[in-house]
């Protein structure tokens, strides 16, 4: 979009649909999450590579949107007044708009604060969730390294490793 072509009077309606936009964005993220969590939880690696696919297409579109609401907050901090232009908060903005837009624009961002808390919350257990399960697997791994290792002894990190297979073989010819 360009600020410049854009009548000053539809830059808070533009600002709603952007506000808007970022609002369905972070549900969908939250909702991803929540299936990330549980692809997981279930050591379902298809659907944890399909989540990210997912999540990393919305991302990107949060991306542009926040781009394209970076510029238009600017715009309409400098027609109000604004002394912070390119970090005034849309909160700021919203009050100062008049009629209903104003309202709804205040309202969505309260949802918007309270989606973004409730990802950084979801993706901390995810975090955690994940850390578990490769520590499991790393586990795992050590046990199943310890079984191989039919000389029975220890690496230079004082761990049971695989290694190389030491294989053995004596010729006599007859």
Do not use: F
């Amino acid at each position: 979009m360009q600020i410049a072509t854009t009548p000053t009077d539809a830059m808070p309606a533009r600002l709603d649909s952007l506000v808007r936009e970022l609002v369905t964005c972070y549900e969908r993220l939250v909702s991803l999450s929540s299936s990330r969590l549980d692809a997981i939880r279930s050591s379902n690696a298809k659907a944890l590579a399909l989540c990210v696919r997912e999540e990393n297409a919305t991302v990107q579109r949060v991306a542009e949107l926040e781009r394209e609401r970076a510029d238009v907050v600017g715009h309409l901090a400098r027609t109000m007044g604004s002394s912070a232009e390119g970090a005034t908060r849309i909160t700021w903005i919203a009050r100062r708009l008049k009629g209903p837009e104003g309202e709804r624009i205040g309202t969505m961002c309260e949802t918007l604060r309270t989606l973004a808390n409730t990802l950084t919350a979801a993706n901390e257990i995810a975090r955690q969730a994940a850390e578990h399960l490769e520590a499991h697997m790393t586990g795992l791994l050590q046990a199943v390294a310890a079984h191989l290792n039919h000389a029975k002894t220890y690496s230079r990190t004082g761990g049971v490793d695989a290694g190389a297979r030491v294989v053995s073989s004596l010729d006599i010819p007859a």
